[in-house]
């Protein structure tokens, strides 16, 4: 059973653990991330590089997929992680203006693990391979880009051109894209 | 009722304990649970008016809080909030007026139940709890939380856990956590690092709800999707360079009219400037009476806590630690044990104390650990709060901090800094505090 009830003041600290005491300590979104971080396993298509590598709480994500529609094209992602991770997701943001169905002109992007399925037992794995899944599988049902999705719907082999074109710095429908390719 | 209020006689106006008839009969009494080292009759009192007790949090559970502890004979009571008064707290955080509006609630709270309870004393300070130290949290005999935030909750969570010292009873801090939303709340007590922790229980804190953002752009069929798209959309389409500040009623304004065109577009009804306020705020919608059982309940076991055992209490060790109320479907409670998360970020290991000779390099170091039998370790990863200082992925991080293999400890780490080293091969995560020698 525990005295909580001894209520005697403690005279003298002890100074060695006072010493350490100021300095600040790993946090427990810190400790997730340095752990998703590990358990990576993204292959040859995805990379992250990390502008101030002493914050692993921010940083570039690239993805560079090797079959489908967007082959060919290099695909920038920013990742903030604040320390409310993983009870929140991270945030994600396409960093180019692209011509895809899930990403709107902004950066937007809509992944279903970013938001509304959340859960704190997905990892950043998890979130990575779903970006690239976006691009292996645009999916015209969940549109952030409206123009894009009803163009996918109707017309895949004019959808498909149109991504090359836009990935090629073209304009599209009235509006230019970034040049994305490799 | 303010002047109603006011104008009673303060309690405490007596100059005895006759004010205190029925709390000294809980006092001065055993019954058939109390513990056999219950200092029963004056050492209970005493300990309870000497108790320490610190409230984070001035808000609608806060008002409840420090009133109730007032009003259970704790006479040193401290109070942290960072929030100033808004009038649309005044239907239930009672300690504040109308001429509050705009005032620290810590500061007035205080003042408030001071002058209400002769006898008690209140020491607010109107700010974060991050803005203090492990030497602030350790004057105190236990801590009660009324928050809103799981961010905060986890900081003050953190740092009890990190301040106990096992060979200091005195560290050993109890942290009370009251929660509520609508009519839903929780109590639970926590005793860092021997019960279940708040970061052991994050999984009992239900996400946030979100709706696809696809929904919001294409397809929004409620009037709080029109709401989330101004927001989430419309403002980084349109004010890009400002900076949303839900505070500011011309942002909220820009954001209902947008939200309002948009409702029209899809003929959905409903859009209003204050639901544009809740949605943009994510204001849960507060009850008082949660509060209030919320409240009573947190206090109940600080008391409890407080005079040494003259009843069981919630989060005595391998007993039930949690107290779930629902009020929305009938009425329900259940109290159970909620267990310690062996590989825990923040409980499952502590910081040890690690004599390190100051010269070695950080691969020595880490070829060291690695021999040890207890951590074993195969692919390390180790970082301060600050630095990262050595990690075996993703690739690009491994060549970022691939020089610092090479640097002295001294170069890295100060004398007393935590590190802290994960592995793939281990659950949970190694901490030590380098002593150099």
Redesign the interface.
């Known amino acids: 059973m525990l005295k909580i009830w001894s209520m005697k003041q403690k005279q003298q600290q002890d100074e060695a653990a006072t010493a350490g005491s100021k300095k600040k300590k790993v946090t427990a979104a810190q400790l997730r991330v340095q752990k998703d971080l590990a358990d990576l396993s993204l292959g040859s298509t995805m990379k992250l590089s990390f502008p101030n590598p002493d914050d692993i709480m921010n940083f570039n994500f690239t993805i560079e997929p090797d079959e489908g529609i967007y082959k060919g094209g290099k695909f920038l992602f920013d990742f903030k992680i604040n320390q409310n991770f993983p009870h929140e997701p991270p945030k994600v943001k396409c960093t180019q203006t692209l011509y895809h169905p899930n990403i709107d002109i902004e950066g937007n992007v809509c992944l279903n693990v970013l938001r509304e399925d959340w859960k704190p037992v997905l990892n950043l794995n998890a979130v990575m391979v779903g970006l690239q899944f976006l691009f292996l599988e645009p999916n015209a049902s969940d549109p952030l880009n409206k123009e894009a999705a009803e163009d996918l719907k109707i017309n895949r082999e004019g959808f498909k051109r149109n991504v090359r074109a836009a990935m090629g710095g073209g304009t599209v429908k009235g509006r230019t894209y970034d040049r994305v390719l490799k | 009722m303010a002047e109603v209020l006011e104008s009673s006689q303060p309690i405490g106006s007596m100059d005895s304990r006759a004010k205190w008839k029925y709390l000294d009969n809980i006092l001065t009494r055993t019954g058939p649970f109390t513990?056999e080292?219950f200092?029963c009759g004056e050492?209970?009192i005493e300990?309870l008016s000497?108790?320490k007790v610190l409230v984070i949090g001035a808000g609608g559970l806060g008002c409840e809080i420090l009133k109730n502890l007032a009003l259970s004979g704790f006479q040193d009571i401290h109070v942290i909030d960072m929030d100033t008064i808004d009038v649309s707290n005044l239907n239930r955080q009672f300690l504040f007026r109308h001429a509050d509006v705009g005032k620290y609630k810590a500061d007035v709270a205080a003042k408030f139940v001071e002058k209400r309870v002769k006898g008690v004393k209140i020491t607010p300070y109107c700010g974060k709890i991050q803005d203090k130290?492990?030497?602030y949290y350790?004057q105190f005999?236990?801590i009660v939380c009324g928050l809103d935030s799981?961010?905060a909750r986890?900081?003050i969570n953190?740092t009890l856990v990190?301040?106990f010292?096992d060979t200091?009873?005195?560290s050993?801090k109890?942290l009370i956590d009251g929660g509520t939303e609508g009519f839903k709340g929780q109590a639970r007590v926590i005793?860092p690092t021997?019960t279940s922790c708040i970061?052991c229980q994050?999984?009992m804190?239900a996400?946030?709800?979100?709706?696809?953002?696809?929904t919001l752009?294409?397809i929004p069929r409620q009037p709080q999707h029109c709401i989330e798209w101004a927001h989430?959309?419309a403002w980084?389409?349109e004010r890009k360079d400002i900076t949303l500040d839900t505070d500011d009623s011309e942002h909220i304004t820009w954001l209902f009219q947008k939200a309002l065109k948009r409702a029209q577009e899809f003929n959905i009804a409903g859009v209003t400037y204050s639901m544009t306020q809740g949605v943009v705020k994510n204001i849960i919608p507060a009850i008082a009476s949660t509060n209030a059982i919320i409240a009573a309940s947190s206090c109940n076991e600080a008391f409890k806590?407080?005079?040494?055992?003259s009843n069981p209490f919630l989060g005595?060790?391998g007993a039930d630690n949690y107290m779930m109320y629902t009020g929305d479907d009938s009425i329900y409670t259940y109290t159970f044990e909620h267990e310690k998360k062996p590989d825990c970020?923040?409980c499952g290991n502590l910081?040890r104390p690690l004599k390190v000779d100051q010269r070695f390099t950080l691969e020595e170091f880490l070829d060291g650990l690695a021999e040890r039998p207890e951590s074993q370790l195969k692919?390390p990863?180790i970082?301060?709060?600050?630095?990262?200082l050595y990690?075996?992925?993703?690739?690009?991080?491994e060549e970022?901090?691939r020089p610092n293999l090479f640097k002295k400890l001294n170069e890295l780490v100060?004398?007393?800094?935590?590190?802290?080293i994960?592995?793939?091969a281990i659950p949970g995560?190694f901490?030590y505090?380098l002593r150099f020698s």
């Not at chain 2, 996400?207 to 696809?212: G, I, K, S």
């Not at chain 2, 806590?305 to 055992?309: D, F, H, V």
């Open positions: 513990d080292d200092p050492g209970a300990s000497r108790a130290d492990e030497e350790m005999s236990l799981i961010e986890r900081w953190a990190s301040m010292d200091d009873s005195d050993l109890p005793l021997i970061e994050l999984d804190h996400p946030r709800a979100a709706v696809p953002l696809c752009a294409t989430i959309i980084e389409e806590i407080a005079t040494g055992g005595t060790p970020p923040v910081a692919k990863s970082r301060t709060e600050g630095k990262s990690y075996q992925s993703p690739p690009s991080l970022q901090t100060e004398e007393g800094e935590e590190v802290v994960t592995d793939p995560q901490k505090k």
